[in-house]
């Protein structure tokens, strides 16, 4: 079973930046489709950004222009670089990876942004 772990959260000013990372326990990426996810306090678990077996990207609306996404095949870790963020921003963060009926979500990484 493939286990991810996030890291690369914690409380930042708003205009700050943040990179989190995912590192997968063994090499999917030219397998599984990634994802970033947040949810925020009272809210449902919401897309924030995914990338494709071939590396085509896709952003949510309130983050384009703000966030990254990307990988490193090599270490077998997935990013999201963070820039311009907003106290909206603050959620639990987690990552995914999804290929046919796998789903796999890694425990989260709290990013906190104060006004």
């Known amino acids: 079973q493939v286990q991810l772990v996030e890291s690369g959260g914690g409380l930042v000013q708003s205009g700050g930046s943040l990179r989190l990372s995912c590192a997968a326990s063994?090499?999917?990426?030219?397998?599984?489709?990634m994802g970033w996810y947040r949810q925020a306090p009272g809210k449902q678990r919401e897309l924030v950004a995914t990338?494709?077996?071939?590396?085509?990207?896709n952003y949510a609306g309130s983050v384009k222009d703000r966030f990254t996404i990307s990988r490193d095949n090599a270490k077998n870790t997935l990013y999201l670089q963070m820039n311009s963020l907003k106290p909206e921003d603050t959620a639990v963060y987690y990552c995914?990876?999804?290929?046919?009926?796998?789903?796999?979500w890694g425990q989260g990484t709290q990013v906190t942004v104060s006004s």
């Open positions: 995914n990876a999804a290929w046919g009926r796998d789903d796999i």
């Open positions: 063994t090499n999917i990426f030219s397998l599984y489709a």
């Open positions: 990338i494709s077996r071939r590396g085509n990207k």
